[in-house]
Nanobody, 123 residues
Framework: VQLQASGGGLVQAGDSLRLSCASS????????VGWFRQAPGKEREFVAG????????SYADSAKGRFTISRERSKYMVYLQMNSLKPEDTAVYSC?????????????????WGRGTLVTVSS
């Protein structure tokens, strides 16, 4: 499974962005998918995850109420809608496919990782 994240950019605080994660090669339709981020000088952290069917999700506390993860299995796409962005959301965002069909929050459960997309939020 090959993954590619896109949709990042430079925005102002309060703006919105939608990140996309596309799979190529073997589809990730039967895998849980997660979004992670890594800010400069910080460890990678879980942001949001979704199960294979798209009917179960999990969010980091920092993302609850502002971010929404969704997927279109027929298009092999997963999205992260980010609203009310804050400067502390600045990071490289990556998507990953889990070994499991369920939602998982630990990076060790994720088997396939895509190249990230940079999100920069100015104050």
């Amino acid at each position: 499974v090959q993954l590619q994240a896109s949709g990042g950019g430079l925005v102002q605080a309060g703006d919105s962005l939608r990140l996309s994660c596309a799979s190529s090669g073997r589809s990730f339709s039967n895998n849980g998918v997660g979004w992670f981020r890594q800010a400069p000088g910080k460890e990678r952290e879980f942001v949001a995850g979704i199960n294979w069917r798209g009917d179960s999700t999990s969010y980091a506390d920092s993302a609850k109420g502002r971010f929404t993860i969704s997927r279109e299995r027929s298009k092999y796409m997963v999205y992260l809608q980010m609203n009310s962005l804050k400067p502390e959301d600045t990071a490289v965002y990556s998507c990953a496919a889990s070994r499991y069909a369920t939602v998982t929050t630990s990076s060790v459960d994720y088997q396939y990782w895509g190249r990230g997309t940079l999100v920069t939020v100015s104050s």
